[in-house]
């Protein structure tokens, strides 16, 4: 009989080593359910993990897309992770993403055709401002009435989608575009694009940005008062109220700085790889930022490695589905599996297996 | 006249069911002191393994059944995680959410565009043609009949069977019922599978019946919106009902009006089942004595039995 201990402290050991294991196992797990699609596991694996980065033949491809992908993902998931720290649920990110590349996008657009090197800078700041207000309102709703977070943000999602069509589809349309759906196209037009800053590289503002929110994050979780509190604020509710931790202005401060993020990721996602408000630019970061953020154990240099490993698992899925006709559903499948592998593992940091019945006491 | 009240009461009904059902049995896992946002997960999952045995076999009603056994199947793995392996009940509903959405959307693929075998109406349709009443009591399939008695039989094992006190108990004092001897996980188990059936016979009733087709992501949010029935309701099963035939009207009241084209802007209709759930949580949880005092007490925490 199986039966667990708890651990006087968590061991620091299983801390670290848990993501690793948790993705040896899905990779196996991951390798039986190609199996089951008639796939040949050990080659989606390979195409998925290895191929990416190290085959002549795609490697130039793919290894942009590598920094790419991750950049959005790490920028949501910092942002996330303060929260989760907090016990402060935003699960809409999603939301926010899609409501900052339209708050930003439309500051270009107004602008538009003007090729004013602040306008780039200020559809940042919009984005990011439309990410924050789209956040306020669980924040302001938990805040003041109680009311649980994590349906009212995910909630928002759908409005934040039903905005996107009206914006792609009626106001935000492109006026030259010949009635098609979408705006005028950000990435294109001087003045209101994001760049490749390195070519060959995939390394864009919101790369950049995303590892200045990894070194701020590591910052204001170490040697910051705020980040102190937040941590206390999760592990002991109780003693945070008594040492004077305002829950209010926890709930501002981490719903505000992950909304404002995962903005300002949506932005630096319509006017780079995307291009353009279209109805569904949208392809989930905001949901895969989850993942990430537990994955890297809500550190910020652990969803530094996180994030470029679930970019990874994007672009071998794309990958997988090209060379070997994998269907592009089972990668998301396969990054649900990790996250449950990775909690299911989180058991041993915790508490110590003991095998064989209670000695009695 | 615009939009004929008796066949909006009677479509309402109709759109109301996957989220009552689904919301009844997160229900009963709330009140056994479980938190699983995994619902949306469990519905989805539902959906697809229902429409893939009707499509093969030719039978709704296998596929109903069926779709309650995946639902089931996909809430033990939450049920592992949570309560044998004290995982965050928090980060593993969100992590059953999305792997449910993506190993539905896996093995619906080839499921595209076909049309499921039809669900016949339980009574004659000679009862449905009797004015007014014929279409609100008599015009619906069998499903929609279970779901309201599912709610009476959870209402009477909840208040008045020694079960219902067990689980009840194991919801407001694990530590308590435990010392009882009271076998916490296993009833928690127990009542986190009849949540995945539930929730996975109102996916399989979306993708059978309201829809009726495959689509992917084709829950929408259902899920999620009854999670916050069950707040609105207090976690009392007659109200969750009562809930899900106010936000069923609401939802069958705004596809008639974009149908009908009456100047309100196609996205805030879109938007209202959303936007309405959102003002209802407010609503409900100002009320600082009410909510508190209705949750279960151990609701979300997790119990390790030491010694």
């Not at chain 1, 999603?94 to 003007?114: D, H, N, V």
């Not at chain 1, 039903?162 to 009626?170: C, G, H, P, Q, R």
């Not at chain 2, 309201?210 to 929408?220: I, K």
Request: net charge positive; aromatic share 10%.
């Amino acid at each position: 009989m199986m039966r667990l201990e708890k651990r006087p402290t968590p061991s620091r050991a299983w801390i670290a080593g848990a993501p690793v294991l948790a993705v040896f196992l899905t990779m196996v797990a991951g390798g039986i359910m190609f199996a089951a699609l008639g796939q040949a596991p050990l080659e989606a694996i390979r195409t998925i993990f290895w191929d990416p980065l190290f085959s002549e033949t795609f490697a130039s491809y793919s290894r942009p897309q590598l920094l790419l992908k991750a950049g959005p993902l790490i920028l949501i998931a910092i942002g996330l992770s303060l929260g989760f720290r907090a016990g402060i649920w935003n699960i809409g990110a999603e939301g926010q993403y899609i409501m900052g590349a339209i708050c930003g996008a439309a500051f270009g657009l107004a602008l538009y055709p003007s090729e004013n090197p602040l306008i780039f800078p200020g559809m940042i700041v919009a984005g990011a401002l439309g990410g924050w207000a789209w956040a306020m309102i669980p924040a302001v709703l938990r805040a003041r009435f109680r009311t649980n977070e994590i349906l009212v943000s995910l909630l928002l999602v759908y409005v934040a989608e039903a905005i996107l069509a009206s914006a792609a589809t009626n106001w935000l349309r492109n006026p030259e575009g010949s009635g098609f759906p979408g705006s005028r196209n950000l990435s294109r037009h001087p003045g209101t694009d994001n760049p490749e800053l390195i070519a060959g590289t995939g390394m864009h503002w919101g790369v950049v940005a995303a590892f200045i929110a990894v070194i701020l994050g590591y910052i204001l979780l170490n040697r910051h008062i705020l980040g102190y509190q937040i941590k206390l604020a999760g592990q002991a509710p109780r003693a945070a109220r008594f040492a004077g931790v305002n829950p209010g202005r926890l709930i501002f401060l981490c719903l505000g700085v992950s909304g404002a993020l995962a903005g300002m990721a949506g932005l630096f996602e319509v006017a780079g790889p995307a291009g353009q408000i279209s109805i569904d630019f949208n392809v989930g970061y905001g949901f895969t930022a989850i993942i990430v953020a537990f994955l890297g154990r809500l550190h910020p240099v652990g969803i530094l490695f996180a994030g470029l490993l679930m970019a990874l698992t994007y672009i071998g899925g794309e990958l997988a589905q090209l060379m070997m006709g994998v269907p592009a559903p089972a990668i998301q499948a396969f990054q649900g599996m990790l996250l449950f592998f990775l909690l299911a593992l989180d058991v041993l940091a915790n508490y110590r297996i003991k095998w064989g019945r209670e000695a009695a006491a | 006249m615009l939009i004929d009240p008796v066949t909006l009461i009677a479509a309402l009904i109709g759109a109301s069911t996957p989220i009552l059902l689904a919301a009844i049995g997160e229900l009963v896992v709330e009140k056994s002191g479980v938190l699983n946002l995994g619902v949306e997960g469990m519905m989805i999952i539902g959906a697809v393994f229902g429409f893939m045995v009707a499509v093969n076999t030719g039978s709704p009603t296998l596929g109903f059944i069926m779709g309650a056994v995946g639902g089931a199947g996909l809430s033990l793995i939450f049920g592992v995680l949570t309560q044998i392996l004290l995982s965050n009940q928090v980060a593993t509903g969100l992590a059953l959410t999305l792997f449910g959405l993506g190993l539905a959307a896996l093995l619906g693929e080839p499921y595209a565009g076909i049309n499921p075998p039809l669900t016949g109406n339980l009574f004659p349709s000679t009862m449905a043609d009797i004015p007014v009443v014929g279409p609100i009591f008599f015009s619906h399939d069998i499903i929609v009949y279970l779901s309201v008695l599912l709610v009476a039989a959870v209402w009477s094992v909840l208040t008045k069977t020694r079960a219902g006190l067990i689980l009840r108990a194991v919801g407001e004092s694990h530590d308590a019922a435990h010392a009882l001897g009271y076998k916490v996980v296993r009833i928690r188990l127990m009542a986190i599978a009849f949540g995945g059936a539930c929730a996975g016979l109102g996916g399989a009733y979306l993708s059978l019946v309201r829809v009726p087709s495959w689509t992917e992501g084709m829950t929408a949010g259902a899920g999620w919106i009854a999670l916050a029935l069950v707040v609105f309701a207090s976690w009392k099963p007659w109200r969750a009902l009562i809930g899900a035939y106010l936000f069923g009207g609401i939802a069958a009241l705004q596809l008639r009006l974009q149908a009908a084209e009456v100047g309100v802007p196609v996205a805030l209709l879109d938007a209202s089942p959303y936007l309405i759930t959102i003002l209802v949580l407010v609503l409900i949880s100002s009320d600082r004595t009410r909510a508190a005092l209705n949750a279960p007490a151990a609701l979300g925490k997790v119990f390790h039995a030491s010694g």
